[in-house]
């Protein structure tokens, strides 16, 4: 029963990445004033899976002197740990309960790390390697903050079952309790998915595409899949650990696609940071806030108990 309600799950999550996909092109059309994809079926509705097809058909090229195996590997490495990712998702007839759920999902997003950079470095192209390095120092640096600031949520429910956070959020949320500490999670979310503002491993004028510069075909779209499945699956998590993480309603859907229209809506406003300013804010602003809110958080339930 696991391993279909698993797979649905994971066909679901293809479906809505191609949708996210139409949305931020759509989102981002509006923000610029015009219309968007709206020729290829009804208000451009068939528009991703056109671009699916027309992606996975094209001719696979790769550079004469990458390191071959590394190189083809890396990104099918990237698509099978988004999808290990999904294993968290809170099935609420107990199918399957994962006890350890907050654990698992650091150590996934730790190893996200050596996807990006064996793409980077197996490919032999500077652009791709310094696109590759950047994301990297990018991604630790983020996961620090964002692991205390889990933590400090942790503390309140005394466990790492992400199905928890249903039952000690049913009168209040955890939004509301620490607000400072969620616009510091989505900031790390934001830099976590190597979006903008944050998106230093794709800077135009001097990286072109970053890490993922000599892909095409097949390994840039599992790229491309698996980057938009961590951003939905981002959404996810901000919405069980802060925003209530009521499954019984649709609104805990609702407010998901609001979170994934947030990821879009400030790639559309916000230029991107200088990459010293995005180190600054981490080490300088993010990492002694939420340490802070760690003690705060430890004292009061030190004095409470």
């Avoid at 049913?170 to 616009?183: G, K």
Wanted: proline share 3%; net charge neutral.
């Amino acid at each position: 029963m696991f391993l279909i309600s698993y797979v649905l799950t994971l066909i679901c999550v293809l479906i809505a990445v191609a949708f996210t996909t139409l949305l931020e092109r759509k989102v981002l059309g509006y923000i610029q004033l015009r219309k968007g994809p709206n020729k290829v079926g009804f208000m451009g509705l068939l528009q991703p899976f056109s671009d699916g097809i027309k992606l996975f058909f094209k001719e696979q090229t790769y550079p004469y002197y990458s390191n071959f195996i590394i190189y083809y590997v890396s990104p099918v490495f990237m698509l099978v740990l988004s999808f290990v990712l999904w294993v968290l998702f809170p099935f609420f007839m107990n199918v399957y309960n994962f006890s350890l759920g907050a654990l698992f999902f650091l150590c996934c997003t730790g190893m996200g790390v050596y996807g990006v950079l064996l793409s980077g470095w197996s490919s032999n192209s500077n652009y791709a390697l310094l696109g590759g390095i950047r994301s990297v120092a990018q991604t630790i640096s983020y996961e620090v903050s964002m692991a205390l600031i889990l933590i400090c949520l942790l503390i309140f429910i005394f466990s790492f079952n992400l199905l928890d956070f249903m039952k000690y959020q049913e009168y209040v949320w955890f939004v509301i309790l620490s607000f400072p500490l969620f616009f510091c999670w989505f900031s790390s979310c934001l830099a976590e998915t190597n979006r903008s503002p944050f998106d230093f491993a794709e800077g135009e004028s001097e990286l072109v595409s970053g890490f993922n510069v000599e892909y095409s075909s097949g390994g840039f779209a599992f790229i491309f899949l698996s980057e938009y499945m961590n951003i939905i699956f981002m959404s996810l998590l901000s919405c069980l650990v802060f925003l209530g993480c009521n499954l019984h309603s649709l609104t805990f859907f609702l407010k998901l696609t609001f979170l994934v229209f947030m990821f879009i809506w400030v790639r559309g406003t916000l230029p991107r940071y200088r990459y010293d300013k995005l180190m600054y804010l981490t080490w300088k602003m993010f990492l002694p806030l939420s340490l802070n809110y760690l003690l705060f958080f430890g004292g009061v339930l030190l004095l409470v108990i």
